[in-house]
């Protein structure tokens, strides 16, 4: 059974860099096939795929979000992270890091594991 | 960028009602679109994937269908636990996107 966890400050100052990191055990971000994924919603709203990183260190950014954005791995710590620069308040949010998975050309890409989220509040 | 439009945005159905949600991508996704169930303070949860695969360990009341741009998901009998909200999601494409959202409510 593969679990994530998120982590990080739950308060981040206008202009600074929110930075999370996921923890995932039960499962290998090594191995091939999966996408290891950052999601947010903002507070009563839907769900924004942020960006993703592959096991061989390649990173998929939202166009939205790419100038200020940067995904990493550890894959010595089973961990990835996330970076997202210049925080305003409309980056307030619930961060979620999830497992996209590939069921294979018949079924696709969907997000099979996530963690339980963190709320990350900008706010001065 | 793909766009996912659900409907209707919200519901109110009772314990044993069918319910059908739609969605709809800007363009053809084939059947590459995942549907998912959030309750309150908690993290979506895949019920369908592939527009029609069951995901394990999701009861049989949940089905889906469609192709192309129009998708359905069926509840055939709501249970207590299913008042939440339901997200459609398209995989065909990056970026992923997902709809935003159906609640159903307790009538």
């Known amino acids: 059974q593969v679990q994530l966890q998120e982590s990080g400050p739950g308060l981040v100052k206008p202009s600074q860099t929110l930075s999370l990191t996921c923890s995932v055990s039960?499962?290998?971000?090594?191995?091939?096939?999966?996408?290891w994924s950052w999601i947010r919603q903002h507070p009563g709203k839907g769900l924004e795929w942020i960006g993703y990183i592959y096991y061989n260190g390649s990173a998929y950014y939202n166009p939205s979000l790419k100038s200020r954005l940067s995904i990493s791995e550890d894959t010595s710590k089973s961990q990835f992270s996330l970076e997202l620069t210049s925080v305003t308040a409309a980056d307030t949010a619930v961060y979620y890091c999830?497992?996209?998975?590939?069921?294979?050309?018949?079924?696709?890409?969907?997000?099979?594991?996530w963690g339980q989220g963190s709320l990350v509040t900008v706010s001065s | 960028d793909i766009q996912m439009t659900q409907s209707p945005s919200s519901l109110s159905a009772s314990v044993g009602d069918r319910v059908t949600i739609t969605c709809r991508a800007s363009?053809?996704?084939?059947?590459?679109l995942n549907w998912y169930r959030q309750k309150p303070g908690k993290a979506p949860k895949v019920l369908i994937y592939?527009?029609?695969n069951l995901q394990s360990g999701v009861p049989s009341r949940f089905s889906g269908s469609g192709s192309g741009t129009d998708f359905t998901l069926t509840i055939s009998s709501l249970q207590p636990e299913d008042f939440a909200t339901y997200y459609c999601?398209?995989?065909?494409?990056?970026?992923?996107?997902f709809g935003g959202g159906t609640k159903v409510e307790i009538k």
């Open positions: 592939g527009a029609s």
């Open positions: 363009r053809s996704i084939s059947s590459y």
């Open positions: 999830a497992r996209l998975y590939n069921s294979g050309w018949y079924g696709g890409y969907f997000f099979d594991y």
């Open positions: 999601q398209q995989s065909y494409s990056t970026p992923p996107t």
């Open positions: 039960g499962g290998s971000i090594s191995s091939s096939g999966n996408y």
